[in-house]
């Protein structure tokens, strides 16, 4: 979701069918879906998934991807097994059916998540990336636990708390210049307040001409167009990961 207040069309954009190197895992009481890089690794990274939930393969597929680049990558079920919201849902619905979803309340679940990092996956350093929904979840992660080395926070702006510019992590921002989820005004307010607010590095990008969900939700080789923008997006949330872990 791309904030509280609408519902995002997260399903447009091409699904992939892909499967994931990855395995999926019980975490306490979460299920989760861990890959790991061909070398062992001491960096990990917390992928949170948008409203399709933990398996969606083009969420898998990022998880892939920062393994393939020297992270540990695990996507919980922060939904805790409640059914996510599905495309043939009627959008009437779904203010209700976040209720018992809010991406401000996951702390427990990431509790147990970095309990497994730490013991388990011997992690040191650990981020975290999300995709709409997830990316609400991360800006809220980076204001609760400064332990986490860095975030990246893809079309999700936390909106109905005051104390929301006071990072406790570096904290990238992609956005997209035609994301009706997420109005520019909305953007403009978190430029400004970081600015006078955040003592921590942070960045807030705009893509042009891009739309919601374009970095995890559109197959980049058959929309050729939007292939610059992709990659764009993708590599600067390696380059901030890598700058800060």
Known sequence: MANEAKPCPCDIGDRMEYGGLGQEVQIEHINAYVVKPSTPSDKAII???????????????????????????????????????NPSNDWANFMEWLKDKMPTEINKEVDAVLRFLKEQCRAKRIGVVGFCWGG????????????????????????????????????????????????????????????????????????????????????????????????????DMLNWLNKYM
Request: glycine content about 6%.
């Open 47 to 85: 992928v949170i998934h948008d409203i399709f939930g933990w398996q969606l393969p083009n969420t898998r597929y990022m998880a892939d991807m920062l393994a393939a680049n020297g992270y540990i990558a695990v996507c919980p079920d922060l939904y805790v097994g409640k059914a996510p919201w």
């Open 136 to 235: 609400v979840a991360t800006h809220h992660l980076a204001l609760r636990y400064p332990e986490l080395k860095a975030g990246v926070s893809l079309y999700g702006i936390i909106r109905d708390t005051e104390d929301k510019y006071d990072l406790k992590s570096p904290t990238l921002f992609i956005f997209a210049e035609n994301d009706e989820y997420v109005p520019a005004d909305q953007v403009s307010t978190l430029q400004a307040n970081l600015k006078e607010k955040c003592k921590l590095d942070y960045q807030v990008k705009i893509f042009p001409g891009q739309t919601h969900g374009f970095v995890h939700r559109k197959r980049e080789d058959i929309n050729p167009a939007d292939k610059p923008a992709i990659q764009e997006a993708r590599t």
